[in-house]
C-alpha cells in the first residue's frame, strides 16, 4: 500500500473487504441507491469523481452506468461516526439510478399492510441495457 492509500485504513471494512455506500442526490437530498465498495471501487470513485462499486452477486467491480450512460458524478464523500458506511452526494446523470429504469431504488413503499410501487419507470430496462 502506498502512502497515498493510508487513507483507506480510516474505514471499518467488513470481513470481506467491503463498506456499505448509500448514495444521495446532492441537489434533492433523496437516496438513490444503496451499494458496496472495496478498497479499489473507493480508489477509482476518488480518482475519476465517478461512482464505482462491487457487485457482491456478480463478484467484480462495475463503474455506475457503464452499460446505461448513468454514471454517478461524485460531489462529496462522507464516512459515518462508526466508520463503516459511506454516504455518496452525487449528480445523478439521466435521471435514473435503478436499474428496473426508476429515478432510484426505493419505489416500494409499505402503506396498508402491503407494498405499493409509488414511482413510475422513466425507461424501460429494455431500452436501457441493449445487448
Known sequence: MSMSDIWLNKINW????????????????????????NREALKLTVET????????SRKKLWHKGEESG????????????????LLLAVEQVGGISCHTGRHNCFFNKFENGQWV?????????GEIYKK
Do not use: F, T
Open 70 to 85: 448513468h454514471v454517478q458524478k461524485v460531489k462529496e464523500i462522507h464516512l459515518d461516526c462508526d466508520e463503516d458506511v
Open 14 to 37: 467488513s470481513d470481506d473487504g467491503l463498506v456499505q455506500v448509500v448514495a444521495q442526490e446532492a441537489n434533492s437530498k433523496k437516496v438513490l441507491m444503496v451499494a458496496w465498495m
Open 117 to 125: 410501487v409509488d414511482a413510475p419507470v422513466i425507461k424501460s430496462p
Open 49 to 56: 469523481s465517478e461512482a464505482h462499486y462491487w457487485s457482491r
